[in-house]
């Protein structure tokens, strides 16, 4: 009978999803990242996690006050906007920096928009972002891993007795690599694993492929996230950085480096894949995953910073709308209105 018709707005889900559900979903995923972070770099990882969450959750609660709006704690989404936003900034990061990294992460990266579902900005990016552009001495300032240093020292370019140990990041070598063309003579079996382990200098969350891609097949697994956007990610990564390392084998990093150093994991499966900021449909994931991958390594093969996960999830960001109006999908026995 068409009483008996429920008649409501897409998007349509057909399996019992909540916005609570997903970002529990996500946090879970993310507990392998920060146990490893917690194992290399100790008590300045609990510290950072604490405060950017801390921080994040404060924050929406007060904009929430202010505006006069319901509460939206409950879904958990300052949560998770806290933990990726800790899990991208440099260990030894000053609490007070973090406190204002994840103040405008809130603040201007989602409520100003409306709130969540309205921003149109990855909001951990949007903070890391304005940290990097306040604060770049302290954003590129690293630490070695507790389980090298006890003391967690800062590294210092004159520190160099320890070449492989002591420089900031594993994608900093690579830059060092292009420049004196000895890419081949830098890399080996030993950096790599110890990228995949994460016992190397880098932000909290993108040292540990191991603990990334464990997440990354839970919320495959969970179906809380799909393939497309992280495979195009990886894979239009992985085939730019094939190209350039066959063009000139001697200056460029091979290949699968790139997919374990740097943030390229932890942007592939938890940032990207931000449902509200990325295109609703595959064909639309696909485009935006593959400009993501390609944006990143253009940064970091060619631009002068190392690494380019922020940048490039910013600019696609920018323009998932446009990429949804051009990937329109045709409705039964039609098509799309302009």
């Not at 972070?37 to 996690?49: D, E």
């Not at 951990?124 to 967690?152: C, E, H, N, Q, Y």
């Not at 830059?175 to 830098?186: H, P, R």
Request: a positive charge.
């Amino acid at each position: 009978m068409l009483r008996d018709i429920t008649v409501s707005p897409a998007p349509h889900i057909s399996q019992p999803l909540s916005t609570r559900g997903v970002m529990i979903d996500v946090i879970i995923a993310l507990v392998p990242a920060m146990a490893a972070a917690g194992y290399f770099f100790r008590t300045h990882a609990a510290i950072l996690i604490c405060t950017c969450v801390i921080s994040c959750v404060v924050t929406e609660w007060l904009c929430n006050v202010i505006r006069k709006k319901p509460d939206s704690l409950g879904d958990f989404s300052a949560v998770v906007t806290g933990i990726i936003l800790a899990l991208s900034l440099p260990p030894r990061l000053p609490v007070w920096a973090a406190v204002i990294g994840s103040c405008f992460a809130i603040a201007i990266g989602k409520m100003v928009f409306g709130g969540l579902g309205a921003n149109i900005f990855n909001p951990a990016m949007v903070g890391r972002a304005f940290l990097m552009v306040s604060f770049g001495m302290m954003m590129t300032t690293w630490t070695v891993p507790a389980t090298i240093d006890g003391k967690m020292a800062k590294i210092a370019p004159e520190n160099m007795t320890d070449r492989f140990r002591t420089q900031a990041t594993p994608l900093a070598w690579s830059k060092m690599a292009i420049q004196d063309k000895n890419g081949a003579e830098l890399y080996n079996d030993k950096l790599f694993k110890t990228t995949v382990k994460g016992e190397v200098g880098g932000c909290l969350g993108e040292t540990s492929a191991i603990a990334l891609l464990i997440g990354g097949l839970y919320l495959l697994i969970r179906r809380t996230i799909n393939f497309h956007i992280p495979l195009a990610v990886l894979l239009s990564a992985f085939v730019f950085a094939v190209i350039f390392y066959l063009a000139d084998s001697d200056a460029y990093i091979q290949p699968f480096f790139h997919l374990t150093a740097g943030g390229l994991l932890l942007g592939a499966f938890f940032i990207a894949t931000d449902p509200v900021t990325a295109p609703l449909t595959r064909r639309g994931m696909w485009i935006f995953g593959i400009g993501v991958g390609t944006i990143t390594m253009l940064i970091r093969i060619i631009g002068k910073y190392p690494e380019g996960v922020m940048f490039a999830v910013l600019l696609m960001n920018a323009v998932a709308p446009l990429i949804d109006k051009l990937c329109r999908r045709t409705p039964a026995g039609g098509k799309p209105s302009a």
